[in-house]
């Protein structure tokens, strides 16, 4: 499915704003799998923070719901890759809490900064069409801010594993939030850009 544009070379809003709401609800549900498979691994090894997984998967999970709810309204439906989501979630989750409890601390610091990236450009390209979204994304946005900051304040060291996990970990939320939004991720990013430069 294209997105419909006109002789201009203007996307239709209307149909960027229903993959925002896709991408955004997949990636909390993908958010959910991470923090499930850790919380799993962690009441066994790392007890002590199985307490604050559990909030951050507690919030995760409102954020889910509060798009899934703003969907009908703009005639958004869940992406259909969620399975992709789902498993690349659990085996994250599972791989970096089998990898020491500061991997685990290092992947939600890799996947929240990237996910605060394409946040702020959701905002900025809300703001005028969809103000009811803005603000819900705007308040989900602090959450996610505090999820970020809890994780780079908890990580006992930032040695190679960071320098090579974080950037890598990005990548792949990068292309799994470009391939549900069928590359609108990218154009949002050099409209924003364009605005900012005129």
Known sequence: ???????????????????????????EF??????GAQILVARRLFPDIVPTLEEMRKDEIDHCRLFREAMPARGAKPCRVMSFW?????????MTALSGRNMIWICTEAVESTVQRHLEDQLAFLQKRDPELHAL????????????????????????????????????????IWLSAWGDSSWMRAEMARVRRG
């Open 1 to 27: 499915m294209s997105n419909p544009s006109s002789r201009s070379g203007r996307r239709d809003p209307d149909v960027t704003i229903r993959r925002i709401l896709k991408v955004n609800h997949a990636g």
């Open 30 to 35: 993908g958010a959910i799998r991470i923090y």
């Open 86 to 94: 789902s498993l690349g979630g659990s085996v994250l989750g599972l």
């Open 137 to 176: 994304i705007g308040s989900i946005q602090e959450q996610e801010l505090a999820h970020l900051r809890k994780a780079e304040n908890s990580q006992t060291r930032r040695g190679l594993s960071h320098a090579l996990f974080l950037p890598v970990v990005g990548v792949l939320t990068d292309v799994m």
